[in-house]
């Protein structure tokens, strides 16, 4: 039945329609059109595209904030780079990751903070891998000779700048350990090896957890050199020298034998 309100091309159109196979409307389909390459390629770039440019900002030039936002994959494979926003003893700092550099705009489009408040949780803390600076003064502990003479130069040599760090591992304190680059004129100065030819650091002494990135052989030679030579705190009587592990070895023993006392 017809209803009578029914407009006669909305009956023509349902006259015409009818149930068609799926088999039917397959062998209707024109696949010429998906066989000329004009009209798939660009898709298939435009895709690709899309894809790759993913995959190199993730991997790139995604700013990372912390340790802790390292993927591990990155470990042993990449480096960071960024600016060093403070120096917190003679052998680590805080750098602001900045992917990419200049080329990313940072510096001239993109600010890197400088005020502490803008830079809480933002920084990754790292560790200059291969050596061991003298300890400063902290958790009530007296500070070595020559502490002070590591932090002031390490700040003065890297304190503001850009530097490159090949990472290795996330330590104990959640510090990147890194061997640490950075320029000075035109060369590409390794900050750790700089830091045992002047005297103001050892190799890393500890029998476990020790990164050198294949430098050891390097940064030994650099140590005998200076020591050799009486730079910095190879300078004092061979005697009375007390290396930052064996210093921090006598003050882990000291508090325990305090702490056993006083239970």
Do not use: C
Request: glycine share 10%; no cysteine.
């Amino acid at each position: 039945m017809v209803w009578p309100f029914t407009s006669a091309s909305r009956k023509d159109e349902e006259a015409q329609r009818e149930s068609v196979a799926w088999t039917d409307s397959l062998n209707g389909t024109d696949w010429q059109h998906y066989k000329d390459p004009r009209n798939w390629i660009p898709t298939l770039l435009v895709t690709t595209t899309v894809l790759a440019s993913l995959k190199i900002y993730r991997s790139y030039l995604r700013r990372i904030p912390g340790a802790v936002h390292i993927q591990p994959s990155f470990f042993r494979k990449r480096s960071i780079f960024g600016r060093v926003t403070s120096v917190g003893d003679g052998d680590n700092f805080h750098l602001y990751h900045t992917p990419g550099g200049r080329l990313a705009g940072w510096g001239w489009l993109r600010r890197v903070p400088v005020k502490k408040s803008e830079l809480r949780n933002r920084t990754i803390p790292i560790r200059i891998a291969g050596i061991d600076a003298p300890e400063g003064a902290h958790f009530g502990r007296p500070a070595q000779p020559f502490s002070m003479d590591a932090l002031a130069w390490l700040s003065s040599y890297i304190l503001g700048r850009q530097v490159r760090a090949k990472i290795y591992r996330r330590d104990q304190y959640d510090r990147i350990v890194a061997t640490v680059f950075v320029r000075r004129g035109l060369l590409r100065r390794d900050v750790g090896l700089e830091m045992l030819k002047r005297g103001l650091a050892t190799t890393y002494e500890a029998k476990s957890g020790a990164e050198f990135g294949g430098l050891e052989e390097k940064y030994k030679a650099a140590e005998s050199k200076a020591k050799a030579k009486k730079r910095g705190m190879w300078g004092g009587e061979p005697q009375f020298f007390e290396s930052p592990r064996d210093y921090k070895t006598r003050m882990n023993l000291g508090e325990a034998q305090n702490n056993n006392g006083n239970s």
